[in-house]
Structure formats: C-alpha cells, structure tokens
C-alpha cells in the first residue's frame, strides 16, 4: 500500500485502477488483477498518513546535493530555503473543518487548502523536511519544525513574513546560518555600522502591548536595491569577512528556486489546477507526504544525470525525469509476449472495469468553484505578443548604513 500511495502520487490523474494496473502489469500473477476501489481504499485508510511521513522523512533525510553538485553550495555551505504553498483538497465538511479555506468577498479559491512548509536545497530543488498544516496555519511555526533538517554550516533562505527570534534561535542551536528578508520597521536601529556598509542590529521579540521584551538575537542588516526596489536582508552571518554584504545579497536571489519547487510539485508533478483526490484529512496528509516523497526521488534522479556530466542540475528537465520514472514502470508491460497476452485475456475478462457505469439523468448548476483571475488582465494592447520577453539583468546596489 505505501507502493501504491506513491503510485498516486507519480500518476496522480489516473485512477485507482489505472495505477493499480501501471504497478502491476509487469508481475506475474498480478498482471490484470481485479481490486475493487473500496478496497483499495480502505487499505490506505489502515495505512494511514504515519507510514507515509515516515518513508518521507527517511527518504529525504541525506542531502539530495553531492560533494561536487554544480551550484549547490556557497562559500562550502550547502544552500537550502524555507517557503510554504497551498493545495486544494476536496470538498467535505470533516476536510473543511480540519483545514480551513480563504474567506472574504472574493476567496482565491472555494475548496478547504492544505499549507505545507518546505525545506528545500536550493541547488537541487530536493526536499529535506516538511511540515503540513491548515489555510491558517502561520507558516513561522510550521518552519520551525522543518529548520532542524539542515545541517551544521548549512545556510538557510527565508522569504519576508518569517523573521523570528524563535528561528533565529532554533537555527543557531543546530549550527545553520540564516539569511532572511525582512520589513524597514524590524530591527532598524543600528547597534554597529560595519566595514561594507552593512551593520548590526537586536531584533526583539516584545508582548504585543510593546511593554516588555522577552527575547532578542542580534542580527546584521544588509539593505540594496535590485531592479529599483530596496531589498533589506537579516542574517546571522555577523562577520564582513566570512559572508560579504555583495555574495550575501546575490545568495539570496537563490531563494527563488523554492518557485520552481512548487511548481514542479504543484503543475508539473500533480497537474495544472490538480486537487487531491483524499477525501478525510487523514488520507489528505498521506497523499502529501507521497507527493513530497515522490518529489524527492525525482530530483535525486535529476541530480545523478547532472552529476555524472558535472552539469549544473538546473539544466536537467524534471519533466522528461517525471515521464521517464513512469515509462519505466509502465514499459514492464511489453517484456514478454506471454505477460501482453496474458494482461488482454484479464482484460477481456473483466470488462466491467472498462466501461463507464451507467448513470441517470444528472445536473449542476452553473456556478464558479474556484476563481481564477488573481492577476489583472492583460491589457488589449498585449494581446498577440509573447507573455515572456527577454529583460535586461538586474544590478545589485549595496545601501550603506549611516550612524
């Protein structure tokens, strides 16, 4: 059952039955097999979601990157960052209750969301750690159970909404290095103007009435403008010397490979507008972690072919790697003529799991589920041209810190 949960996952738009058939074709005495769905789901229900985050968390638990991976490391430190996104899980009242949905006048979408919150090498785009949550889970407590994957010299990207004397805290307990984007009202006031322009700063953890501190770290400040927009960093990386406020500022450019994480997961792997097909929280869990585990696999394979031509693994498709990984399960079919002729005698067999029930007269409103407008539309004037266009590299400009 942990085979075929990962299964799901690999084809996640097939059916039970069709990724009953994928796992088994190729096996002798299984090949054409009939399980009824029930069945099958029950089986993942005794299964449960333990199993499934114990093969992930075994699964990711070494680095993805190796000694020599092209453009995993900085300055010997293996670079990794934490972000959180959202999947749609299928309408019910007990996956609704669990995990919530946006509210408002015009929610981004009407289906209850899973949020999960990521660990992953930057490099690679491997996952070492994961947490999941609900909609309105805060993504600062679902990273904390996730920075203690990374390893001792490690550095870790943070996007703006997680600075957190907590983390930075947790992050120094376990050895790693943090470098995170921060608002101009957090740690603003200069403590110690540094060589590079940068400086150092406390940030404060204070009780909302603003009465009383009850923690600080301190921290050191670098403030540039990329593209006309000020960029302010907090990191712990005190030392001008050891980390300089130039690499740090185009380390974390780095960040952005969280993006292409979750779209490999959420529109390559999954599906464009994919939605779990778990219909208990229970099973909602496992279904992730299958997904993350899968994910994993994926990209080890991804960084093996780069490493073995000392290419950089950016350069490798994870999409021809997907398809790969399912042809290879699914070309068991055609090793011998006996298991060909043996799958269409099962199949001719048992047609009912070839044909389309029969249904009665059915309905459905015309109404919208989910909306997807987020962004603006294009304006009139766009229409025809290419949505990407080349632009010019952007520039770091370092701010100075003034006493």
């Avoid at 805060?138 to 703006?160: H, N």
């Avoid at 067999?349 to 294009?378: E, F, V, W």
Wanted: aromatic residues 6%.
């Amino acid at each position: 059952m942990v085979y075929f949960t990962l299964g799901l996952a690999l084809w996640a738009e097939d059916s039970y039955e069709d990724v009953l058939d994928n796992l088994t074709a190729g096996v002798p005495g299984l090949a054409g097999a009939s399980v009824d769905k029930s069945s099958l789901h029950n089986a993942r229900e005794k299964l449960g979601q333990a199993a499934m985050a114990e093969v992930f968390g075994r699964v990711a638990a070494d680095p993805v990157a190796g000694a020599d991976t092209v453009g995993a490391r900085w300055r010997g430190r293996l670079v990794l960052a934490v972000d959180g996104f959202v999947v749609d899980v299928p309408e019910g009242e007990e996956n609704r209750a669990v995990f919530g949905a946006p509210t408002g006048a015009q929610p981004r979408s009407g289906y209850p969301q899973a949020k999960v919150v990521t660990l992953a090498e930057c490099g690679t785009h491997g996952l070492r750690a994961a947490a999941i949550g609900g909609y309105l889970s805060p993504e600062r407590e679902l990273a904390e159970e996730v920075i203690g994957a990374a390893g001792p010299g490690d550095v870790v990207l943070f996007d703006a909404g997680f600075p957190s004397v907590r983390l930075f805290q947790l992050a120094a307990e376990h050895q790693v290095a943090v470098v995170m984007r921060a608002e101009a009202r957090i740690a603003r006031n200069p403590v110690q103007v540094l060589g590079d322009g940068s400086y150092l700063a406390r940030l404060d953890t204070a009780k909302k009435s603003g009465a009383k501190r009850i923690g600080s770290v301190m921290v050191r400040v670098i403030e540039y403008h990329l593209g006309g927009k000020k960029v302010r960093l907090l990191t712990s990386l005190l030392d001008p010397q050891e980390a300089p406020a130039a690499e740090i500022a185009q380390l974390y450019v780095e960040r952005w490979q969280t993006e292409h994480v979750f779209r490999e997961i959420k529109t390559i792997q999954q599906g464009n507008g994919y939605i779990l097909r778990s219909h208990s929280p229970e099973l909602v869990h496992a279904e992730i972690w299958a997904h993350l585990t899968v994910h994993v696999c994926l990209t080890r394979l991804t960084t093996m072919i780069a490493d073995e031509r000392g290419q950089d693994p950016d350069l490798i498709s994870f999409i021809k790697v997907l398809k790969h990984a399912r042809r290879t399960v699914i070309a068991q079919l055609a090793r011998t003529v006996k298991a060909a002729t043996r799958i269409a005698t099962a199949m001719a067999a048992d047609l009912r799991r070839y044909r389309n029930p029969a249904r009665g007269p059915r309905t459905s409103a015309r109404t919208i589920k989910r909306l997807r407008h987020r962004y603006p539309r294009r304006p009139l004037a766009q229409i025809g041209k290419p949505v990407t266009t080349r632009a010019a590299p952007t520039t770091i400009a370092l701010i100075p810190a003034t006493t």
